[in-house]
């Protein structure tokens, strides 16, 4: 018989969350556990799981979703824990092989039903960068580009086609109430998503939003429904609050009486809206059922001490609509979040820097501290300090390692081999042989498309007439039959000359292609492998050569969006300003305002013992859409209202005199800034 010690730290309504309906050889009701930051949401859940294998759940049974792969692998790995301190003998993380992100479970369905439901077994998955290129290619043959003046960018029609698919509303509603300034072109958006389904289709590509709309529309039929369903006896989801509509379908499809279902989350934390994730998702989950599902709240807040808790509970206190109540902790501290005035970002940099390496000083690791910030580019100069002073750093939610175009060009020429009728990878692979330009490349595209097997049609293609001797060398290294993961340093090995042609850093490169490899020595097959890269890929480090060694030390930076789940023991936030939470996108509709406080009560609530805000008086907005990149005088961010600031240590720093531009004494006429406004 199991021994019951593994719950003992647990207080009695996260006990009772992982108890609920738990009965060796039977399956819970749905069960939705709803509760503030650092409540013990995530610890809760896994605990259940590992209630539910101490009690004789087969681990393969049990369906585990999440935001990210990170997140789903730290939920694997402290269920691994808690079962080993409730057996003696745990079951190991990777024995709970159905974890992961929605879209992640999704591709290995559709791969895995792929000929019963139409799909091509083989069919390739775009990454956002990769749909956005196809969508270019879709409007340029509809000739929208080069006559229609002012026609939506190509980001812009991926986000329109993202949100329709996802929200599941017509194409009007989205415009009108997201993309107005759109409104006029609702007819050849509506012509330009018909190409693009198209296009997609015959080239046996799926993009990020095909993963969750083919898996919803296989569940209407019934009987496969049921047949995917009953792969899983239980079905565990965390930070339910950002799925969208595609998601909880899915998920009642797959349990439509809610038997197994487990959903946790905080409405006070949705952060996704923006990509059509919504609240009521979470909010309607109990009368879903019949009868509804259970509701455990917890109250306790086990994270923070009580003056940063008291902070956030001040800033989302304001909100306007709020289910999950305020918590309490047993935390007590007397140091109050810290809002720091700075001139400038380079400024609020050095602050955050100093105030790091003081801590490191001291005992706090690196690991134990981090940066956020709403946007991946606006840590740029905090960078630069970090780089100046030799403080290593990995950055989440930010530049990929896929990013860069040499990864990309490799992944992509894998990908044109497994599926030579993806038209993004082919244009991207075939122009970088020298002599081949959009035109031929197009010719060679439209030749193979037409042929049955276009991988054995290469042969016969007329090589384009400028591409001379490099063209064999493609055909062959095309038609390689190296196995896996050799076939990859095949790949290398034709792409290198063109590396060294393009790029004057082609050694940093090269040792960027290496590592590639030894990633892809992890994964089972190619297919494995782009799936995983393409859907999470690894996190961008400061020495851009991959994911640190395990006992390095290194700062965590990163986007607040990415910082979903997760905690510090010191927290530092990136201008808490008027301009960057609420962005100046962001304060278009209540909705919007309204999603950005949640995001400042998201960064507050990642920090456990101290939490600093900066706010930086002068502020570089690159804006992407209306009005360009500009300097602007910041204000602190509205949602720390005056009342509230007696909850913050609030203090001026400005570095040693000459170190950095002079200022004027406060409350003096700052001449240089006056003499810049002018110019705007
Ligand atoms: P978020 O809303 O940010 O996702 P959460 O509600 O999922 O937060 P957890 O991350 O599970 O909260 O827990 C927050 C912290 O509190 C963790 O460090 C966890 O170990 C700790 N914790 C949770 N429950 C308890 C408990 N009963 N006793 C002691 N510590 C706890
Ligand atoms: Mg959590």
Redesign the pocket.
Known sequence: MAEAGYLD???DN?RAAVEFGVVRDAVAPPLLVI????????????HRVAHLLVNGADPQRILLMTFSRRAATELTRRVARITEQAMGRGVAAEALTWAGTFHGIGARILREHALAIGLHPEFSIHDREDSADLMNLCRNALGFSQVKARFPAKGTCLAIYSRAVNSGDPLDEVLRDHFPWCSPWQAELKQLFGAYVSAKQAQNVLDYDDLLLAWAQVMSDEGFAAHIGGAWDHLLI??YQDTNRLQARILMALKPDGRGLTV???DA?SIYAFRAATVRNILDFPTGFQPPADVIT?D????STQPILEAANAVIGQARERYTKDLWTERASTEKPRLVTVATEGDQARYFVDRILEDRETGTKLKEQAVLFRTSSHSVQLEAELTRRNVPYVKFGGLKFLDSAHVKDLLAFLRLVRNPRDRVAGFRVLQLIPGIGPKAAGQVLDALDLAPDPLAALEDVAAPPRAGADWPGFVEAMRSKADWPAALGHARAWYEPHLERMHEDAEARRADLMQLEQIATGYPNAEAFLTELTLDPPDATSDKSGVPLKDEDYLILSTIHSA????WKSVYLLNAVDGCIPSDLGTGSTHELEEERRLLY?AM??A?DHLTLGVPLRFYVTSQTRNGDRHVYAMRTRFIEKAMLDRFETLHWAPPVGQGAPRPAPGQIDVAAKMRQMWG
């Open positions: 730290k647990l207080n996260q509760a503030g930051a650092g409540s013990g949401k995530t610890n809760t859940l896994a965390d930070e946790v989350g905080d934390q917890l306790r807040n086990y994270r979903k789940g997760q905690e998201v609530t990642r456990k």
